[in-house]
């Protein structure tokens, strides 16, 4: 039986063949000293990465809500400097046209009021509904609802490990839920009137 050779697979003379330590034997001592410096740098350097965000001097211009992507973005200057993962509604999927459908809005509000002693640690208010929301509910018979807020988690959960499972899945009743410490930054780099945009 003939067999094909493999183009792929390339032997190596055995005269031409030597051990990693060989190779290394044969550097010069500068050099290998200098390439293992570079690793340890190397090494270091990746050792040093932090994945602490940079500092946010002032406050947010605009808040972002893209609800496919369950993300949240604070936007200053025109440039993201936050970005949170988000959970939704039991139906996150269309606008909110009704109390109960367990739906987050979708369009231009803005973030008019908060309450430190809500259910939910920590929430702040999103204008919903305005007159357009009232009026398009109205036609089709139902009560608008409102009370849409960004919160953090329920009060009652202590546990940490709870609190991860919170943040991996949609829980809320139509609100836009983040993770407490991520509330409290948010709490403190958006004020009072700053704009929200929530896309589908």
């Given at each position: 039986?003939?067999?094909?050779?493999?183009?792929?697979?390339?032997?190596?003379?055995?005269?031409?063949?030597?051990?990693?330590?060989?190779?290394?034997?044969?550097?010069?001592?500068?050099?290998?000293?200098?390439?293992?410096?570079?690793?340890?740098?190397?090494?270091?350097?990746?050792?040093?990465?932090?994945?602490?965000?940079?500092?946010?001097?002032?406050?947010?211009?605009?808040?972002?809500?893209?609800?496919?992507?369950?993300?949240?973005?604070?936007?200053?200057?025109?440039?993201?400097?936050?970005?949170?993962r988000i959970s939704?509604?039991?139906?996150?999927?269309?606008?909110?046209?009704?109390?109960?459908?367990?739906?987050?809005?979708?369009?231009?509000?803005?973030?008019?009021?908060?309450?430190?002693?809500?259910?939910?640690?920590?929430?702040?208010?999103?204008?919903?509904?305005?007159?357009?929301?009232?009026?398009?509910?109205?036609?089709?018979?139902y009560n608008?609802?409102?009370?849409?807020?960004?919160?953090?988690?329920?009060?009652?959960?202590?546990?940490?490990?709870?609190?991860?499972?919170?943040?991996?899945?949609?829980?809320?009743?139509?609100?836009?839920?983040?993770?407490?410490?991520?509330?409290?930054?948010?709490?403190?780099?958006?004020?009072?009137?700053?704009?929200?945009?929530?896309?589908?």
């Amino acid at each position: 039986m003939k067999v094909t050779p493999n183009p792929m697979q390339h032997i190596e003379p055995s005269h031409h063949r030597k051990t990693w330590r060989s190779r290394i034997a044969s550097l010069p001592s500068g050099l290998f000293g200098a390439l293992a410096l570079a690793g340890l740098i190397g090494l270091g350097g990746c050792a040093m990465q932090k994945d602490t965000p940079p500092p946010v001097t002032g406050p947010i211009d605009k808040v972002v809500v893209k609800k496919s992507a369950r993300q949240l973005e604070l936007v200053m200057n025109g440039k993201v400097v936050r970005q949170y993962r988000i959970s939704l509604g039991g139906s996150p999927v269309g606008h909110k046209y009704r109390e109960g459908d367990q739906r987050t809005p979708v369009g231009d509000y803005v973030l008019n009021w908060r309450n430190a002693n809500s259910n939910y640690y920590k929430a702040i208010h999103i204008s919903y509904p305005n007159d357009r929301d009232r009026m398009v509910s109205r036609q089709l018979g139902y009560n608008p609802g409102g009370m849409i807020m960004i919160h953090g988690l329920p009060n009652y959960v202590r546990s940490e490990n709870l609190r991860k499972q919170y943040g991996g899945r949609d829980w809320t009743h139509g609100c836009i839920a983040v993770q407490n410490h991520e509330i409290d930054e948010i709490w403190r780099l958006v004020p009072d009137g700053t704009p929200i945009q929530i896309l589908p």
